[in-house]
């Protein structure tokens, strides 16, 4: 019998979406309503480290994160763990050299380089880490876009976080979600002086959960349907900013993505606040940031909660960075730099 623990880390980043997934054409398997597109942060800000192990020696499938043990027997991770196993389990029979991995219990190690509670995307990094993590134990020969088709049944955010840099995430056709996965729309390489400088507005759990808010916005809102049209053309536009390397256009789409996706929220019955005054001074601050440049030099865009994520590049550091903190300073947050770890955007008072 296999005594034996075997085991494989990885790591994986957090993407923060300039065009929006909110809504599910098919809740079971994650497939949206329509395609987003997300920046990946650099790994040194914000990540997820998984360790993956299995052995006859553990009592059952068991999963670790920050060191608070979590439910494994939600269809979500039970999807993904399903997936991956066929995989290996496919590999067991062409090989019969192969250790049989398959069937052992899994155990699953995770850590967060970031406050897990304070709402920032960790669910895309953390089943974007578990996926690669499994599929590294396993040694499976599958391409990103394959581990990206699995992790989208986790979380439809993680399926961006197995690509750096741009990455779009395509809406599909195929009823089994099979081209519902991630693409790169250009490396981090393409356009390295991006910055995003993130501020925790709240440390707080959110109050309606993206799952449950997209399924009431579909069923209730009718600029739902506005939005959902308005995405095709926006993602052709948010491409060509991004090969062209033009942060106006690139600033432009972002805020209005971001604004129209809050408003379907608003549109929803009953409605869904994620933004706070907080955030909504966050929002005034880069329209006179950008007022004051006399061009778009920052861009603000929310997800499901009140933290803002502030694009901006390098050039513009003191501007956009450096104004932050003088208005928002009591706000905690993460600047990031490529390569290099974050810092505190702002110490108390
Ligand atoms: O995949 P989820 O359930 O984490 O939903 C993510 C939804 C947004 O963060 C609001 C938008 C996005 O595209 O990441």
């Known amino acids: 019998a296999e005594q034996k623990v075997h085991r494989a880390s990885t790591t994986a980043p957090v993407n923060i979406a300039v065009i929006k997934y909110w809504g599910k054409r098919d809740p079971s398997l994650n497939l949206p309503t329509n395609s987003s597109l997300s920046v990946t942060l650099s790994q040194s800000d914000l990540r997820t480290h998984t360790t993956a192990s299995c052995s006859a020696l553990f009592p059952a499938d068991s999963l670790l994160l920050n060191a608070a043990p979590q439910d494994v027997s939600g269809a979500r991770t039970q999807a993904c763990f399903r997936e991956l196993r066929t995989l290996r389990k496919q590999l067991e029979d062409s090989d019969s050299s192969l250790p049989k991995l398959a069937t052992l219990p899994l155990k699953i190690v995770s850590e967060n380089n970031f406050p897990t509670a304070a709402g920032l995307a960790s669910s895309a990094a953390g089943f974007a880490a578990l996926v690669r993590a499994i599929a590294d134990l396993y040694a499976l020969p ?52 991006m910055r995003a400088l993130i501020l925790v507005v709240s440390a707080e759990k959110k109050g309606v959960s993206s799952t449950a808010g997209m399924q009431t916005t579909v069923a209730t809102s009718s600029l739902f349907r506005a939005r959902v049209e308005s995405v095709p053309s926006r993602m052709q536009q948010m491409e060509a900013a991004i090969r062209a390397r033009d942060f106006g256009a690139f600033a432009r789409l972002t805020m209005r993505d971001s604004n129209s996706f809050h408003a379907t929220c608003l549109d929803t019955d009953p409605p869904i606040f994620y933004l706070n005054d907080v955030s909504r001074a966050a929002i ?50 993460w600047e990031g730099q490529r390569g290099r770890a974050v810092e505190d955007a702002g110490a108390e008072g």
Request: negative net charge.
């Open 142 to 193: 599958a391409s990103p876009t394959e581990l990206s088709r699995i992790a989208r049944q986790g979380s439809g955010s993680a399926c961006r976080s197995l690509f750096g840099g741009y990455v779009g995430w395509a809406t599909g056709t195929e009823p089994s979600g099979s081209d519902s996965t991630a693409y790169e729309v250009a490396p981090a390489s393409h356009w390295p002086s």
């Open 284 to 333: 005034a601050a880069v329209n006179g940031i950008n007022s004051a440049a006399g061009a778009e030099i920052a861009a603000y865009t929310f997800d499901a909660g009140p933290n803002a994520v502030i694009y901006y590049l390098a050039e513009h550091a003191a501007a956009v960075a450096g104004t932050f903190k003088g208005i928002l300073g009591h706000v905690q947050g």
